[in-house]
C-alpha cells in the first residue's frame, strides 16, 4: 500500500465476523456525512478490546454504524456538515466513533470530535477518545469519585486502565491497580499507582485492603466481573460504588449480596451503546476536565506500539494475547497530510 487512493479509500474490513473471524484489507467508498458530521482524512485509529469482540462476532456494530471496526481516531477535517459549524477544513481533531475508523477517512459526529491539544501528534491523539470518555463518564459521572476518595483499576495496564490511573492521580486520589505480570504492575506505580498488584499472584482484595491500611475502597473500575464480584462487593467502603465496563470473567456471578447494606452501589455502562446526546455531554466534560492536564503535560496516552494499516493483523494478535501496556494504534498512510477528497467510485 503506498498512500491514499485517487479514488475511493483503503480500510480493514472484518471477513466472517465469528470465531474465525479475520482483517483483511480493502477498498470502499469514502464515506459521505451527514449535517451534524465532519469528515475526517484518518491519520491514526486506536485499537479497542472491543473491535478483538466485533471480529469474534460478539461485539457487532450498533444499528446505522459502519461495519468496519474503529471506535477512535485523529485526523484532519476534510469536510463539513451544515450543522457542524464549530469545524472547518484543516483543523486536527480526535473523534469517539461508533464505528468506521480502520479506514483512510470516516465520518464523525460533530459533537464528539475534539481538538488535539497543542503539542501531541497524530497516534497520541488517536488513543485518547476511548478511554477519556469511558474513565471520565464511569469513574467520575455515574462513579462519583469525590474529593479525598480511593479508587481501585482493575486490569491497570489496560488502554483504559493506563488512563484511569493517570487521571485520578492528576486529580488528587489515592489509584490502586491490578495487572497480570510484575513488569505491568510496574508500569502502573510508574503512572501514578500507590499500589499494583500482580492478579496472578494471590488475592487482590487482601493486598489493595492491606496496602491501604485495612481500609475499604470507594470506587472500583471493574472490568473483570465474574468471581471478582463477591471480593469487590467486600473490599468497598461504606458507601462505595462497584463500576462495571466489562465481563471478561463472566457474567453469572456468586455473590454475598448481604454488602449492598452498606450503602453500596453497583452500576455500569457500555459507551457504543449511549444515546448521542449522553456522549456529546460526555464530550464536553472531557474537553473541560481532562483536556486541561492533557495540554499541561500532566497526563498523557500511554503508546504500546503503533503498526501501519495494512499490518491490522499483527496489532490485534499482540492485543488478543495481552502482550501490551497501554494503547496499541495503527497508523494511515496519509499521516493527516489533508489532500482533497475524490469520491469517485473505489
Ligand atoms: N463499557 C464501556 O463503555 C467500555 C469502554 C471501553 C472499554 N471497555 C472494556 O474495558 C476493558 C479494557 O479495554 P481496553 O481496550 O483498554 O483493553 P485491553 O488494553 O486489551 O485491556 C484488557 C485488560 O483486562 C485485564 N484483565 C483481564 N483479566 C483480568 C483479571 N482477571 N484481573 C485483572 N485484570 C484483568 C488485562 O490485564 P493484564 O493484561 O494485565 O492481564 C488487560 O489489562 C475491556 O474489557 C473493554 O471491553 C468498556
Known amino acids: 500500500m503506498t498512500g491514499p487512493t485517487a479514488t475511493g479509500m483503503h480500510a480493514v474490513e472484518i471477513e466472517s465476523p465469528g470465531p474465525s473471524g479475520r482483517l483483511q484489507l480493502c477498498r470502499r467508498p469514502i464515506p459521505t456525512i451527514g449535517a451534524d458530521e465532519v469528515l475526517i482524512e484518518v491519520a491514526a485509529a486506536g485499537l479497542n478490546r472491543a473491535d478483538i469482540g466485533q471480529r469474534l462476532g460478539r461485539y457487532p456494530p450498533p444499528p446505522g454504524a459502519s461495519d468496519l471496526p474503529g471506535l477512535e481516531v485523529s485526523g484532519v477535517v476534510v469536510e463539513v456538515g451544515s450543522q457542524a459549524a464549530r469545524w472547518k477544513e484543516g483543523d486536527r481533531v480526535c473523534a469517539l466513533l ?77 489509584v490502586f491497580a491490578t495487572a497480570g505480570s510484575d513488569e505491568k504492575c510496574e508500569a502502573c506505580r510508574s503512572l501514578g499507582a500507590v499500589l499494583a498488584v500482580n492478579y496472578r499472584k494471590g488475592d487482590f482484595a487482601a493486598m489493595v485492603r492491606e496496602g491501604n491500611s485495612g481500609r475499604g475502597i470507594d470506587v472500583i473500575l471493574d472490568m473483570v466481573a465474574g468471581d471478582y464480584i463477591d471480593r469487590e462487593l467486600k473490599l468497598l467502603a461504606d458507601g462505595g460504588r462497584l463500576v462495571l465496563i466489562a465481563y471478561q470473567g463472566g457474567t453469572r456471578v456468586t455473590a454475598d449480596f448481604s454488602e449492598i447494606r452498606r450503602r453500596l452501589w453497583i452500576t455500569g455502562s457500555t459507551l457504543r451503546g449511549l444515546p448521542s446526546a449522553d456522549k456529546a455531554l460526555i464530550a464536553e466534560a472531557v474537553e473541560a476536565r481532562v483536556w486541561p492536564l492533557l495540554a499541561a503535560g500532566k497526563i498523557r496516552a500511554v503508546i504500546d506500539s503503533t503498526y501501519p494499516l495494512e499490518a491490522a493483523e499483527q496489532a490485534h494478535a499482540r492485543m488478543m494475547k495481552g502482550e501490551h501496556t497501554g494503547k496499541i494504534v495503527l497508523s494511515m498512510p496519509s499521516q493527516g497530510r489533508s489532500t482533497s477528497v475524490d469520491r469517485r467510485p473505489a
Open 98 to 174: 461508533p464505528g468506521g475508523g480502520y479506514a483512510e477517512y470516516v465520518s464523525a459526529p460533530a459533537a464528539l470530535c475534539l481538538p488535539i491539544p497543542e503539542g501531541l501528534g497524530f497516534a497520541e491523539a488517536a488513543a485518547l477518545p476511548e478511554a477519556c470518555f469511558t474513565v471520565w463518564s464511569n469513574v467520575f459521572m455515574r462513579g462519583g469519585l469525590a474529593d479525598g476518595e480511593s479508587l481501585l483499576v482493575q486490569g491497570g495496564a489496560s488502554g483504559i486502565g493506563t488512563l484511569a490511573i493517570q487521571l485520578a492521580t492528576a486529580l488528587g486520589h489515592r
